[in-house]
């Protein structure tokens, strides 16, 4: 569990800065220039950085944040049904990168997840 919590340091570290401090970067580098430059990129930088903070102290507390886990299973399963299937069938250009990531996490996170505790 605790390397999950490293995966999400860095990358959503990295996701988080770079949309935060650097939206047109972000939307050229994170967000594949899928979508046109809004500052709701960085709505989703602050977003990143909570997973990032929380996910910090997952590498101490590994079980009692293990809902930022679950958190980020919602979300992801979400976005690429709501989002990225959409975008897929209809043609039209999403962040590819971002949703092979999101289908790992998806995959993985349900085997992490300490359900027994969390629920």
């Known amino acids: 569990m605790k390397l999950i919590y490293a995966a999400n340091v ?3 570290g990295w996701i988080s800065i770079t949309s935060l401090f650097f939206p047109k970067t972000a939307q050229q580098v994170v967000f594949s220039d899928a979508f046109a430059y809004s500052e709701a990129i960085r709505l989703v930088g602050a977003l990143w950085a ?6 910090v102290l997952g590498l101490f ?3 009692q944040m ?4 679950f958190f980020q299973l919602i979300y992801k399963s979400s976005w690429l049904i709501f989002a990225a299937t959409p975008a897929l069938y209809n043609g039209t250009p999403y962040p ?4 092979l990531f999101f ?6 996170l349900p085997f992490v997840i300490p359900w027994k505790h969390l629920f």
Do not use: D
Request: aromatic share 12%.
């Open 10 to 12: 860095l990358v959503a």
């Open 50 to 55: 909570a997973i990032f903070l929380l996910s």
């Open 61 to 63: 507390y590994p079980r």
């Open 66 to 69: 293990a809902l930022v886990l």
């Open 96 to 99: 590819k990168g971002m949703a």
């Open 103 to 108: 289908v790992t996490w998806v995959i993985v």
